[in-house]
């Protein structure tokens, strides 16, 4: 499938809005935001922590934040639990038009975000990735079972000519206009975004994998569940269909 270059979307420089949908991460909001100050260098940047209904302390830790930091916004969503849509309301309200999307947990290191936007502001990339190398199995952030798992999906999903080695990745820069030029053509709900953009995109994005160390996690447990899984199959016989049965 050839790409296209994309040479409409002007990137603001140094402005950076940092979406990240949390769910119960009462022991990890004032550390990673904390590492996000010290980290990050010469980008203006605001922080938007998504709450996904949290039942633990998360809630009241990110109000008082609020009250901390002038660059710190926070929402509080009470819908249904969705970790897709944490991450559509947070680009919604985003400030800036460059988009990062990182985890909660402290797996994604942000000392790697000064070399994903020096890679994104410098070049003609529609989308940058922090990505594991999973082949290698070098990454103590992941068990054996998910490594496996995560290469089999890239493989069943290197039918769409995707052009990364982690399309599961929830670390990665864009440009808020992919958004929502292509709102209406996601799939939107169940898992991270990643994938859903790449694939559903009205364009050929050209992607670029900025390889990272992927850190264990911290005070909490994965939330992939049998629920997101079953969106995972759905969104990929979804666009099988489409890809060869429609036009």
């Given at each position: ?5 994309n040479?409409?979307?002007k990137?603001a420089?140094?402005?950076?809005s940092?979406?990240?949908p ?6 990890n ?12 260098k ?10 996904d209904n ?6 009241k830790?990110l ?16 819908k249904?639990?969705?970790l897709t849509?944490?991450?559509?309301d947070?680009?919604e ?13 402290l ?7 000064n070399?994903i936007?020096?890679?994104y502001?410098?070049?003609?990339y529609?989308i940058?990735?922090g990505?594991r190398?999973l082949l ?5 952030g ?9 290469v ?16 599961m ?6 440009h ?11 799939f939107?709900?169940g ?8 694939i ?10 900025v ?23 759905q969104f990929?016989?979804?666009?099988i ?7």
């Amino acid at each position: 499938m050839k790409q296209v270059k994309n040479t409409k979307i002007k990137k603001a420089k140094n402005k950076l809005s940092i979406v990240i949908p949390i769910l119960n991460e009462e022991k990890n909001i004032l550390p990673l935001t904390l590492s996000l100050i010290n980290k990050i260098k010469n980008i203006d940047f605001e922080i938007i922590f998504v709450d996904d209904n949290s039942l633990d302390q998360t809630q009241k830790i990110l109000v008082n934040l609020k009250k901390r930091y002038k660059f710190f916004k926070p929402i509080i969503r009470n819908k249904k639990r969705d970790l897709t849509q944490s991450c559509f309301d947070g680009i919604e309200k985003a400030k800036y038009n460059n988009i990062l999307i990182m985890d909660g947990d402290l797996q994604h290191d942000p000392i790697y975000i000064n070399k994903i936007f020096a890679e994104y502001k410098n070049n003609n990339y529609d989308i940058v990735i922090g990505a594991r190398n999973l082949l290698s199995g070098s990454n103590q952030g992941l068990s054996e079972f998910r490594r496996i798992a995560s290469v089999i999906l890239i493989f069943s999903f290197s039918i769409f000519n995707i052009k990364t080695s982690d399309p599961m990745s929830g670390f990665f820069m864009f440009h808020k206009n992919i958004y929502f030029k292509n709102k209406k053509f996601l799939f939107g709900k169940g898992f991270k975004i990643l994938i859903d953009l790449i694939i559903n995109s009205k364009k050929n994005l050209i992607v670029k994998d900025v390889f990272i160390k992927f850190k264990r996690r911290h005070n909490n447990k994965s939330k992939m569940n049998f629920r997101i899984l079953f969106f995972l199959i759905q969104f990929y016989f979804l666009n099988i269909f489409k890809k060869f049965f429609t036009k």
